[in-house]
């Protein structure tokens, strides 16, 4: 079984950074696309950022310039730095992850989730 695990939410002031990372343990094949996303109260999650395996990124215009999404294909690992946070970022951040593992080939994985509450 493929688990994603969150690290690196917390409370930050208005013009703060925090770093994200999220692990994907279990027996993996390989990874594709991963990316981050968040839901604020009363809101539907959106996309914030996604990665390919090959490093080709995508942003969420409302996060473009701020935040930076990488990865470390080696550990499983991607990552999601955000600067220059905003009360607007207050969200719980989701990352989720195409993975192939046996048996049931590739499929979507999500974390658990961590909160990011940017205060004013």
């Known amino acids: 079984q493929v688990q994603l695990v969150e690290s690196g939410g917390g409370l930050v002031q208005a013009g703060g950074s925090l770093g994200l990372s999220c692990a994907a343990s279990?027996?993996?094949?390989?990874?594709?696309?991963m990316a981050w996303h968040r839901q604020a109260p009363g809101k539907q999650r959106e996309l914030v950022a996604s990665?390919?395996?090959?490093?080709?990124?995508n942003y969420a215009d409302s996060v473009k310039g701020r935040f930076t999404i990488s990865r470390d294909n080696a550990k499983n690992t991607v990552y999601l730095q955000m600067n220059s946070l905003k009360p607007e970022d207050t969200a719980v951040y989701y990352c989720?992850?195409?993975?192939?593992?046996?048996?049931?080939?590739?499929?979507?994985?999500w974390g658990q989730g961590t909160q990011v509450t940017v205060s004013s």
């Open positions: 989720n992850a195409a993975v192939s593992s046996p048996p049931s080939g590739w499929a979507i994985y």
């Open positions: 279990g027996t993996i094949f390989s990874i594709s696309a």
């Open positions: 990665i390919r395996r090959g490093g080709s990124t």
